[in-house]
């Protein structure tokens, strides 16, 4: 189909677009005088404009128009940019993406907008917040419009002596299973009474599609106080508004409706074409296999053919080998071009299941930003390293634990901006969101310049909770007692809020962490920040290594960790404070003597000659020199659990089969780093 | 008749013991070991089964019983139970027997050295031998292993 050709185009550059509105406005709303942002948020959003109108999705259009209503009138200089239009702006950008993610599942990209709309109207026309924020609610009442039928029970239960509440329930952010809670709140009301109407319908809701928030009729014998409380009793609920409904107000309800109707010139209420959109996005839903140049395939498939893969790796290094004894001109020939191809053939397989974790940064700056204003924080999110690549399966996992850390460091770690300048900090915090690349493993890090975790407050509860007795207490380090915080039932902030601080969270963050085959640290200082390193296996089934052999033992190390691989000589070495150092370049780093950390049996420490060879790693800016008794040259090697019977070893993150058979330990030079 | 067991029989010491045959995987001759470090003793290192790494520990010293050299008659039992793979070095690998379920009883407090938590049973065989069979789980429990690291540590 020729439309579906433009229609890929359109949602590539829709997101796009969207992706660099909101960037923008996130960097409009720190410098609000820059107008060049401003410029450049109206491009974005003129041509989303456009397309949107071309495409023939009107909502889109009508509500990209709007928001570029108001953006004229702030380039022109006309309107001063306000926390108010901040807010209407990324909701209005959230409808888009909304509807753009409707038209990517196949949908028609229809949504009911007149809200936005007209708060965006008033906001060009420089009215004042206040009325935006009543509009809003009575968008609410509006959404839920009575029909005739409808209208005629509501009225007849209130003749019978019933009561007739609106409700409109809030679920919270991070509830998992939407549609299983607005079951359990619709199962509860039911127990008690009828629902009349709903808004969205209970078939979406049973779909979960709606947002957080549904609305209702209900009729009940029951007081009105009850009710709320039963719904309330139903856990992930953030917030329950009930209004009881008298006649008056029923007949008042019903006019305003009517008079809302007219004035939008829709001649179906808003819920039905929300309903029409479902059939819609199910019979679409077919047809996206046709959209976009990629394909999808099965995670399986893709672990099937590395398997297949690691096994002609194997079976390449025993050729070279071979091929090397034989002395063949042909055959090496071959062995090598052979070589050539499956090199490039491995890039190709493990470059199919990476993807950078920008995928999932992306929705981090605004979110804290959210976070942050919702709490009256102030705060700079700083993200280094989004194009670091991790594969994919850990992909998919890690970010429900990252948005918890994040959370964390937001409510917990940073201050009150009036508690930062009496302290004499700057009143905006800065969280550091960093992801870099160390041996197999990536490093993800949270770091904030907030309060720190106070250690006695820890300490307290893991004693309360019987996690640690008191005279094993005194003897634990930070690093130790902060790994309590990842215990269940644990949390120090002494006021439960909405974010956090009821104790579950950072265990269950814990857990999933260690299931990817990861480890989370904490490192704070009173005061001053803390910091929350998650380590992740990079998955990778095939890496780089350098060949050790120490003492009769052959190691692999990745070839990711090492700096560079020296010659050490004696009167090189150095001893600061009992520790072994070593002279490299102008600075020292620690030398660790590898045949003593991995407890190898052999004759002569390999330091102890005149001269050895060391190989230098590092973690993060970390380095460490080790020494080797021979390094062997570097191979492609392939990675092989050790079996769980062997899991938790020191220093050791798997192992590999070698050209000739036997098997060689793979590194995990992180452990020896302090 | 209770249910009927095909067991491998295989000598530890002056001792013959069994365990059930669909739990075993392999019977292997010894080989090459890569050397696992900070591991307890009687974990011997891993070895390369056909592409796939297992690990290794000695039966003698699981038990703590005296290790002796390695034979021609060494063998290593692959076996797979509670999920995990692991080779056991025994003294020999000697036949494959049919047992009567019902004929094993509780083991006593100590067989060669042996505790008895390690044990499932003894049975009677014809000749009058007693083959002492393997409480699998408890061989490889991996909580016990945790500790004795921090013994040798």
Redesign the interface.
Known sequence: MEINQYLTMFIDESKEHLQALNENLLKLEKNPEDLSIVQDIFRSAHTLKGMSATMGFSDLSSLTHEMENVLDRVRNGQLAMSSAIFDLLFKGLDSLENMVQDIIDGGTGQMDVSGTVAELQAAANGEGSPRASAENRDRNAADLALDQYQHSVLQQSLDTGHFVHGITVTLREDCVMKAARAYMVFDTLERHGEIAKSSPSVQEIEQEQFDRVFSLYYITKEPGDKIADLIRSISEIERVDLETIDKKALDALVSRQSAAKAASGREAGPLQPSGAKADASAAGKRQQAALGRTIRVDLDRLDDLMNLFS?LL?DRVRLEELAGEIRNAALSETVEHMARVSSDLQNIVLKLRMVPVETVFNRFPRMVRDLAKSMNKKLELIITGADTELDRTVIDEIGDPLVHLLRNSVDHGIESPEERIKTGKSETGTIHLRAYHSGNHVFIEIQDDGRGIDRGKVLDKALKNGLVSPDKAETLTDEEVFQFLFASGISTAEQVSDISGRGVGLDVVKNKIESLGGRVQVVSAPGTGTTFSVQLPMTLSIIGAMLIRVGA?KYAVPLSSIVETAILRKDNIRNVHGQTMMDFRSGLIPLLDLGE????PREEAAAAREECEVVIVHKGDKQVAVTVDELLGQQEIVL???????SG????SG?T?LGD?????ILDTNALIK | MGEELKVIVFNLGSEQYGVEVDKVKTIERMMPMTRVPKTPKFVKGVINLRGVVVPVIDLRGRFGLKETEYTNDTRIIIVNAENLEVGLIVDAASDVIDLDADGIVDPPEVVGGVKAKYLRGVAKLADDRLLVMLNLSEVLNRSEIVQLEQIYE
């Open positions: 096994e194997i033992e950390v991995l407890e190898c092989k659990p050790l079996g769980k019977y062997l070893l020191f220093a050791i192992a089969i058979g036997q098997v060689a330990l």
